[in-house]
């Protein structure tokens, strides 16, 4: 079967609120979540089965920080919360082509290969899919079917709504699964192979300056 091509949706909070969890997991935080946000984007780019990316944010500093990353990215305020962004980005990307697979990819994914999301969408292959991420509790990719609503249902415990109207796919996808919300995420994230942005931050904080010279 020949996998459907799917326009993916990325939502991004303002850096200021985003990722509060993984304060501390280096000195300049902002610049962290966008590194990790940058890798994320560019990976999805890069994937098989991916026609284009629409990112949803609200903040100019995310607009600039993903220029050259071959993503479209719309500084969109007033939105209440990811559901709504994602919402949103699909109408936006439906309006362009009504029978369009729509995607809905979370931006905390810094050690994203670009074959896994690809493998992700082709066993969807036109399904209703979503992937959980490394807990089973949350999710990290919702796919819809061609021509359908969307229907994001993130937050706590998504996995469980998802699976209520949607088939899971993904479970060897290591680097699909493995989203990033604390330290010791992105430890876990640096143990599959960050992305260049974050990996270069990455280097370079206290903790991970440790590890190096203990190992």
Same mark, same amino acid.
């Given at each position: ?16 609120? =985003?990722?509060?969890?993984? !304060?501390?997991?280096?000195? %300049?935080?902002?610049? &962290? ?18 026609? +284009?990316? #629409?990112?949803?944010? %609200?903040? %100019? ?5 993903? =220029? ?13 919360? #990811? ?24 931006? /905390?994914?810094? @050690?994203?290969?670009? @074959? ?33 609503? #969307? ?9 469980? !709504?998802?699976? %209520? +109207? =949607? ?8 680097? &699909? !699964? ?5 330290? =010791? /995420? ?7 192979? #960050?992305?260049? @942005? ?14 190096? +010279? +203990?190992?």
């Amino acid at each position: 079967m020949t996998p459907t091509v799917s326009d993916v949706v990325i939502p991004v909070k303002h850096l200021d609120r =985003a990722k509060s969890r993984l !304060r501390g997991a280096h000195p %300049e935080h902002r610049a &962290l979540v966008l590194a990790v946000v940058r890798d994320t984007v560019a990976a999805a780019v890069a994937a098989p089965g991916v026609r +284009s990316v #629409l990112v949803v944010c %609200e903040d %100019e500093r995310v607009v600039a920080g993903l =220029a050259g990353t071959g993503a479209e990215c719309l500084d969109e305020r007033g939105l209440p919360g #990811l559901n709504a962004a994602l919402r949103f980005g699909a109408r936006v990307l439906r309006s362009r082509d009504p029978g369009s697979a729509v995607a809905a990819l979370q931006a /905390d994914l810094p @050690a994203l290969v670009p @074959a896994d999301l690809g493998a992700a969408l082709a066993e969807a292959a036109g399904r209703r899919a979503y992937v959980p991420d490394h807990t089973g509790t949350g999710t990290v990719l919702l796919v819809g079917a061609p021509g359908q609503r #969307l229907d994001p249902r993130f937050g706590p415990g998504s996995a469980a !709504r998802h699976g %209520e +109207s =949607a088939v899971a796919v993904g479970a060897d996808l290591a680097s &699909l !699964r493995r989203d990033v919300d604390t330290a =010791a /995420d992105l430890a876990a994230a640096a143990g599959l192979g #960050l992305g260049a @942005a974050t990996a270069a931050l990455w280097r370079s904080a206290p903790g991970a300056r440790a590890e190096n +010279s +203990s190992g």
